[in-house]
């Protein structure tokens, strides 16, 4: 490894508005010893002053000796390249971990190739380049599984909207780069402490507005099963480790021969003459793909259960005429989020010591309020890489966890 020490140099790109914070809490803990000799962190943010949510961990960690962070454009490919040059002193980067790409629905398919695709090709050949021993990707769940079973990595779940079709070809374009020592996580709905984003943080604060209002929580779609199965943040970011370690051990022949999963295409084929780097529709594309999910195979009514119940309220689901008046209504959503942001706005109001500001909103946009079903298989993770869970279970102790830490530094109102 690096200098000599027996500890890996490396470099965390993009995801600060999502994972990559509690990664670097795990890789350069805030208590005892570091797993890495040097670590960098690469995103678009400012950090000092902070432009998105860092939580009250992240600047102690980004404090810490190891640890350096770049504010950087990697749409740019000279900036791509000037990252992968380590500090003076440093030997070369080991492990990279991407988790760049845009997280918001309503972005133009234009913007997910650019900031999604291309950056993500540009930092995988770089690596390649540089004979990185290990690049994590990890790939969120814009996925549609069907909710009879879960699925394995054999299975072609299909990538959910604009959003899911573009992080699927990032895989490709990944999957195409000779040399790339590449692992996919393919994650489920992740939450944890200070983790603003996402389907289950927004469950558990609307959760809470009911408690408060001490009304049942209700949702829009029927008590089928409904699988929508979730991850502990702090077993993304130890997997993510696990993983690159099983790579680096390897190389990439190795693994893909143990792991590796076709990567199938699921697009326009026109596209491949338009996009740079889009490898042709029928290329046989192959690389190690890992599902990551928790045990609790966490379904709708689970999940709603789970949070209402900690908050001292009901999840309940409306009947037939109210479901099917408000999946045509357009303006149901804000019907659906007048009492949400209303109980929310009032909690804050109320809160003692008073909130100045919190990352936290009951606002649930369409996208949130339709139904995603997510069901994946962690076996292959179990026993191929060895993977044990740190946090098993969606429950009660997760809950309660989150929202300590949030009223600890101010973002959740006491009332």
């Known amino acids: 490894m690096s200098d000599g020490s027996s500890k890996p ?20 803990p805030l208590e005892g010893e570091p797993l890495v000799s040097h670590l960098r962190i690469v ?28 504010q950087a454009n990697l749409t740019v490919p000279s900036i791509v390249q000037s990252v992968f040059d380590p500090p003076e002193g440093q030997g070369p980067y080991d492990y990279v971990f991407d988790l760049t790409g845009e997280v918001r629905h309503d972005r133009t398919e234009m913007i997910l190739v650019n900031t999604t695709c291309n950056v993500a090709r540009m930092l995988g050949q770089e690596a390649a380049k540089r004979k990185v021993k290990a690049y994590v990707r ?38 195409a780069i000779e040399d ?3 692992v996919i996580l393919r994650v489920g709905f992740v939450y944890g402490p200070y983790v603003e984003f996402g389907d289950i943080t927004s469950a558990i604060t609307v959760g809470s507005v009911y ?81 990551l999910v928790d045990d609790s195979n966490s379904t709708l009514l689970s999940v709603g259960q789970t949070v209402t119940s900690f908050f001292n309220t009901t999840f309940e689901f409306f009947n037939l005429g109210e479901r099917t008046m408000y999946k045509f209504m357009e303006d149901a959503v804000e019907d659906i989020n007048e009492h949400h942001v209303g109980g929310w706005t009032q909690m804050i109001q109320h809160s003692n010591p008073p909130i100045p500001n919190t990352p936290l909103s009951a606002y649930m946009d369409k996208y949130a309020l339709e139904k995603h079903i997510v069901a994946f298989s962690n076996t292959k993770i179990k026993e191929v890489i060895g993977y044990k869970l740190k946090r098993p279970q969606f429950n009660h102790d997760g809950i309660k966890e989150i929202v300590d830490k949030w009223k600890e530094e101010g973002s959740w109102p006491i009332l």
Request: hydrophobic residues 40%; aromatic residues 10%.
């Open 9 to 28: 140099n490396v470099l965390i790109c993009g995801g600060v508005n999502t994972y990559s914070r509690a990664l670097a809490a795990y890789l350069v």
């Open 211 to 291: 408690g408060y209002l001490q009304k049942p929580m209700k949702s829009v779609w029927s008590p089928g099963k409904n699988p929508t199965n979730t991850l502990h943040v702090e077993d993304l970011a130890a997997a993510a480790w696990a993983s690159a370690a099983w790579m680096a051990s390897l190389g990439r022949k190795e693994a893909d021969s143990l792991a590796g999963e076709k990567i199938i295409f699921h697009n326009d084929k026109s596209k491949v003459s338009q996009i740079e780097g889009m490898p042709p529709h029928d290329k046989k594309l192959i690389a190690p793909l890992f599902n």
């Open 180 to 182: 790339l020592n590449l």
């Open 43 to 70: 995103d678009k943010y400012s950090v000092a002053p902070a432009t998105t949510y860092l939580g009250a961990e992240f600047p102690k960690v980004l404090a810490k000796p190891q640890v350096d962070y770049k």
């Open 138 to 175: 990890v790939t969120l769940p814009f996925y549609e599984t069907t909710s009879k079973g879960t699925h394995d990595e054999k299975d072609d779940p299909k990538p959910d909207g604009t959003i899911g079709t573009w992080w699927h070809e990032t895989l490709r374009m990944l999957a």
